[in-house]
Structures are given as structure tokens and as C-alpha cells.
């Protein structure tokens, strides 16, 4: 699986867009970008994934570049609860698990 | 949120004795998975299941071993608990192994052998 770089932490306000980037320059074409989020000490939540399109769901948008070595997870309007550990995940066709880095670490301001 | 649940919650037990986790979903889906969270270590693929009585290998099965009789139940079990194995463990479920089949998580079980 190609390899993803977060930032380690961000900060947003409450009410404000959460914009949080990932890169995975060495991503292959048959791969999907995935982001799952973590609650303290909760199962890994699934957020978005695409391939090539940018997609939006009812929890987020993801913004793929063109070239596809980078992305952006859109939380629209961050909450309190949105604190969470992000994980930017790179997903190879067939492959057996989610190899989840160290994520970032987004804390929701009031 | 996909029907996945994990019993127990939380277990604490002893040095050498034998541990099961039990995994449950009700979304009839195919794959069933097994990882374990270590701080500094992320989320590491223990065993995983692609069908009833069918199971393989993940990046750390040393000392379990698995299960699956039933397509809603996988069950993980620790035949001889040592410390090292003090861990948050998740389930998982996909409906196939492909890169856009989505895997999703179970709350987790804290598993602490002391």
C-alpha cells in the first residue's frame, strides 16, 4: 500500500470548514483514498474513499488532486464532536487490511 | 453504523488463561477481520475470514487463533494469555477484499492480562 503523510495536528474553530490534506505521491492507479476518523478509544469510523472523482457524503467532502498524490477531507461545518483522530488511508486492489498510519489529530475549538 | 458488535467490551484476566472474543454482524457480509491497537503501532491485522470455516493469516497471529461456523459470528481466541497481549482488539467486516469495499468497524473489546 502506497504510503500517506498527515500533519500530526490542526486546530479548528467550531461552525468553521475542518480542511485536513494527506499526500500519497507514490499512490498507484487501481488504488482508493480512504479516511476514517477515531473517537477516543472508539472503533475507527468510515468516513469518504474515492478513486479519481472528488466525492461528498453526508459527513464530508474528499478532494482528489489531479494528479492523485495529494487530497483534502472537507468536514463543512466542524462540531465539538468532530474531535477525532483522521487517518488517510491508501487502499491497494485485494489487499487484506487498512494500514493506518498516525493520523491527525483535530480538535474542534468552541 | 454497521450491525457489528463485540463481546465482551472489556475483559481483564490472568497470565495463562485461555480468552475468546466474539465478533458479531448482522449485515451478511462476507469478509470478517481481526486487528489489534497498540499505542505507537496503529491498527495491525491479526487473522481475517473470507467465509464459514475459511481463515487466513495477518501481520501478527502468533498466539491466536480463530474461528468462523457461522457467516455472523468470528471468534478470536488466546489459547494461553501472556502480558504482551494487552491490547484494544476490533473487529472488522467487508463485503469483499476489493479497494473500494469499504471495511468497517466494531466499539472493540480492552483486553488487559495481567
Known amino acids: 500500500d502506497a504510503k500517506t503523510t498527515q500533519p500530526t495536528s490542526m486546530d479548528c474553530a467550531e461552525g468553521r470548514a475542518a480542511n485536513l490534506p494527506c499526500n500519497h505521491s507514490t499512490i498507484s492507479g487501481n488504488e482508493y483514498v480512504y479516511w476514517y476518523r477515531q473517537i477516543h478509544s472508539q472503533g475507527p469510523q468510515y468516513i469518504i474513499h474515492g478513486l479519481k472523482n472528488n466525492e461528498t457524503n453526508e459527513m464530508a467532502s474528499l478532494i482528489i488532486t489531479e494528479d492523485r498524490k495529494s487530497s483534502t477531507l472537507i468536514l463543512p461545518h466542524a462540531t465539538l464532536r468532530d474531535t477525532a483522530v483522521y487517518y488517510c488511508?491508501?487502499?491497494?486492489?485485494?489487499?487484506?487490511?487498512?494500514?493506518f498510519g498516525t493520523g491527525t489529530s483535530l480538535t474542534v475549538i468552541p | 453504523d454497521a450491525g457489528i458488535t463485540q463481546s465482551p467490551r472489556h475483559k481483564v484476566t490472568e497470565t495463562g488463561t485461555p480468552v475468546t472474543l466474539r465478533c458479531h454482524q448482522t449485515?451478511?457480509?462476507?469478509?470478517m477481520y481481526w486487528y489489534r491497537q497498540d499505542p505507537g503501532h496503529g491498527l495491525r491485522l491479526i487473522h481475517y475470514s473470507y467465509g464459514v470455516k475459511d481463515t487466513d493469516k495477518g501481520e501478527v497471529s502468533d498466539g491466536y487463533s480463530v474461528s468462523r461456523s457461522k457467516t455472523e459470528d468470528f471468534l478470536l481466541t488466546l489459547e494461553s494469555a501472556t502480558s504482551s497481549q494487552t491490547s484494544v482488539y476490533f473487529c472488522a467486516i467487508s463485503r469483499d477484499r476489493g479497494a473500494a469495499d469499504t471495511q468497517y468497524f466494531g466499539p472493540g473489546t480492552r483486553l488487559t492480562v495481567l
Open positions: 488511508i491508501v487502499r491497494v486492489d485485494y489487499g487484506n487490511q487498512f494500514y
Open positions: 449485515e451478511n457480509h462476507r469478509y
